[in-house]
Protein backbone atom coordinates (compact mmCIF):
# COMPACT_ATOMS: atom_id res chain seq x y z
CA UNK A 1 0.00 0.00 0.00
CA UNK A 2 1.26 3.39 -0.81
CA UNK A 3 1.70 6.22 1.63
CA UNK A 4 0.28 9.50 0.23
CA UNK A 5 1.18 12.68 1.84
CA UNK A 6 -1.43 15.42 2.77
CA UNK A 7 -1.34 19.08 3.57
CA UNK A 8 -3.90 21.25 5.40
CA UNK A 9 -4.81 24.25 3.91
CA UNK A 10 -6.01 25.91 7.19
CA UNK A 11 -3.06 25.13 9.43
CA UNK A 12 -0.49 23.83 6.95
CA UNK A 13 0.00 20.92 8.92
CA UNK A 14 1.38 18.21 6.95
CA UNK A 15 1.12 14.80 7.53
CA UNK A 16 1.35 11.53 5.68
CA UNK A 17 -1.03 8.51 5.69
CA UNK A 18 -1.07 4.95 4.19
CA UNK A 19 -3.80 3.62 2.24
CA UNK A 20 -5.20 2.07 -0.56
CA UNK A 21 -4.70 3.10 -4.44
CA UNK A 22 -8.76 2.34 -4.38
CA UNK A 23 -10.01 4.04 -1.09
CA UNK A 24 -10.96 8.03 -1.51
CA UNK A 25 -8.72 10.53 -0.25
CA UNK A 26 -9.19 12.27 2.73
CA UNK A 27 -10.78 15.49 2.94
CA UNK A 28 -10.98 17.18 6.52
CA UNK A 29 -7.72 18.06 8.82
CA UNK A 30 -7.72 15.78 11.90
CA UNK A 31 -5.85 18.51 13.97
CA UNK A 32 -8.23 21.81 12.78
CA UNK A 33 -10.83 20.12 10.52
CA UNK A 34 -9.91 22.44 7.51
CA UNK A 35 -9.42 21.60 4.10
CA UNK A 36 -6.65 18.81 2.91
CA UNK A 37 -5.14 18.10 -0.30
CA UNK A 38 -2.51 15.12 -1.84
CA UNK A 39 1.08 16.93 -1.24
CA UNK A 40 2.55 16.03 -4.60
CA UNK A 41 6.78 15.07 -3.58
CA UNK A 42 9.18 13.28 -5.10
CA UNK A 43 9.94 9.78 -4.81
CA UNK A 44 12.83 7.43 -3.43
CA UNK A 45 12.90 4.82 -6.06
CA UNK A 46 16.03 2.89 -6.33
CA UNK A 47 17.14 0.03 -9.03
CA UNK A 48 20.33 -1.50 -7.61
CA UNK A 49 22.41 -4.33 -8.74
CA UNK A 50 23.47 -5.45 -12.35
CA UNK A 51 22.00 -5.68 -15.34
CA UNK A 52 19.80 -2.54 -15.43
CA UNK A 53 22.02 -0.44 -17.53
CA UNK A 54 25.16 -1.62 -20.10
CA UNK A 55 27.31 0.24 -17.28
CA UNK A 56 26.18 -1.15 -14.27
CA UNK A 57 28.89 -3.00 -12.82
CA UNK A 58 29.22 -5.93 -14.60
CA UNK A 59 32.02 -8.66 -14.15
CA UNK A 60 33.99 -8.23 -17.39
CA UNK A 61 35.71 -11.45 -17.95
CA UNK A 62 39.14 -11.57 -19.91
CA UNK A 63 40.35 -14.08 -22.07
Known amino acids: MPVYEYQCEKCKETFEYLQKVSDPALETCEKCGGKI ?25 LK
Open 37 to 61: SKAFTSMNFHLYGPGFYSTDNKKKY
